[in-house]
């Protein structure tokens, strides 16, 4: 009995399929973006710079701190989150010129000319055993406070709001409303000494 030829099926052209169908998957697919808190961290000083001793006025510091019960304090005062926003908007603006709070420096910012630019920078500082949720609250709390004075300058400025406005005069805007929130390494007052 003679033996029988199984049919092979040509596999030159597998290959060049495959290669087809992963390009395919990998224009069509998205992937996630990951996006976290901005922060703008100082440049990293060069070795050779000497260190010098600045003075950092301290009307210009607002600390805000937060402990491990999650308990909010913001200037030196005990507070609930809710009113955080409309403190730290008291602060930034200063609107009466109070010598407790921060200075403004006329700046002379392209495309809009001499402007009064606060000084002011929020120093926030929390505790180990601070919740991610008390965290999280307090930082959105920080950057609504900051958004809700660029909206405003930017209505005054431009009749729009912030959002709305294209990213150059957004850009403006920034300069003149700048976001200076520093984030001090948590502490664990918990930890015996």
């Excluded at 009995?1 to 069509?28: C, Q, R, W, Y």
């Excluded at 000497?50 to 200037?75: P, T, Y």
């Excluded at 909206?151 to 003149?176: C, H, N, P, W």
Aim: charged share 30%; hydrophobic share 35%.
């Amino acid at each position: 009995m003679a033996k029988k030829k199984v049919p092979e099926i040509n596999g030159s052209s597998m290959a060049d399929i495959a290669f087809i169908a992963l390009i395919f998957f990998l224009m069509v697919t998205t992937m996630d973006k990951e996006e976290g808190i901005s922060r703008l961290l100082p440049p990293i000083p060069p070795e050779d710079q000497k260190v010098e001793n600045q003075e950092v006025n301290r009307r210009n510091i607002i600390q805000v701190k937060i402990n491990s019960s999650d308990k909010l304090l913001a200037g030196s005062q005990p507070m609930d989150v809710s009113q955080l926003k409309d403190k730290i908007k008291e602060f930034m603006t200063n609107p009466l010129d109070d010598p407790n709070l921060p200075e403004k420096e006329i700046q002379d910012i392209p495309g809009l000319g001499p402007v009064p630019v606060s000084k002011g920078v929020i120093s926030l500082q929390n505790d180990r055993g601070t919740t991610y949720q008390a965290y999280i609250t307090v930082q959105n709390e920080l950057i609504k406070a900051i958004n809700e004075i660029r909206d405003d300058f930017s209505m005054r400025t431009y009749g729009k709001k912030y959002s709305k406005l294209d990213e150059e005069k957004q850009e403006i805007v920034r300069k003149a409303v700048p976001q200076r929130i520093s984030e001090a390494e948590p502490k664990d007052v918990r930890k015996k000494k």
